[in-house]
């Protein structure tokens, strides 16, 4: 496993609490769009046993394009020992860069693609615009949909200068709205669908999309394939029961 020592070189505060660090990125480090990647606190590697509580997995925000790798989190009350610790980084401080996967690229087969993330979760879908935007070939449609209570929409800005005639952006700041535009006539027929969010929004989407007719190999989880059939176990009222 290659492990990539990086300094920060820019650190964005996005919106209150939330913040997009940057790394230059390395010749040899390539990812495809929606891909995601191990962070490491420096020294988390640094004794005989790694401390696992200074490592995350993190959706990256950037396309190689742009020669930046860049990832963006929220910090909350009663935040983990490693968002504390990365919210006190500075610029020029290491970052550990290191196994990189992708469970979330482009499915190019000819079909509308509905991307839905939640909050933060938009970090995994910005790098699928941009791509689309690059090369639509064999996408007939892209719709994104970002849900944030707060209103502080990430990457707002840069995603609604994108001028296409089959794209388009919906901000909405609450679940009610989502559910009408997911009901109403706006969702193309036969699209294939990306879903980021916390658990409790990805168990009500997968089977509010289930009722509505949506195949499951149509519906895209940044999740390894075993959490998908757990999350078709368990209906969004038992799993808030479970909490």
């Not at 950037?62 to 610029?91: A, H, M, Q, W, Y």
């Not at 849900?147 to 919906?170: H, K, P, Q």
Request: net charge negative; hydrophobic share 40%; with cysteine.
């Amino acid at each position: 496993m290659v492990k990539y020592r990086l300094k920060i070189t820019d650190i964005v505060e996005e919106a209150f609490g939330t913040r997009t660090y940057f790394m230059d990125m390395p010749e040899d480090f390539l990812w495809d769009e929606g891909s995601h990647v191990h962070i490491g606190l420096a020294g988390y590697d640094a004794g005989e046993k790694p401390v696992s509580a200074w490592v995350r997995h993190m959706s990256i925000m950037t396309l190689p394009t742009e020669k930046k790798i860049g990832f963006t989190t929220r910090k909350r009350e009663n935040c983990s020992e490693f968002k504390e610790r990365l919210f006190d980084s500075k610029v020029g401080d290491e970052i550990v860069v290191f196994k990189p996967g992708s469970r979330m690229g482009l499915r190019r087969e000819k079909r509308p693609v509905v991307l839905i993330s939640m909050g933060v979760g938009i970090a995994t879908m910005r790098p699928l615009v941009l791509a689309y935007n690059k090369d639509g070939k064999d996408i007939s449609q892209v719709l994104n949909i970002n849900v944030d209570a707060s209103g502080e929409f990430l990457y707002r800005n840069d995603l609604d200068r994108i001028s296409c005639d089959t794209y388009c952006n919906y901000w909405l700041d609450g679940r009610e709205k989502l559910y009408e535009l997911m009901d109403g006539p706006f969702i193309p027929e036969n699209a294939i669908y990306y879903l980021v969010g916390s658990d409790t929004f990805l168990i009500d989407l997968i089977h509010r999309l289930g009722k509505n007719g949506i195949p499951i190999e149509d519906i895209m989880i940044d999740k390894k394939p075993e959490f998908m059939s757990r999350f078709l176990m368990i209906s969004p009222g038992e799993f808030n029961v479970l909490l």
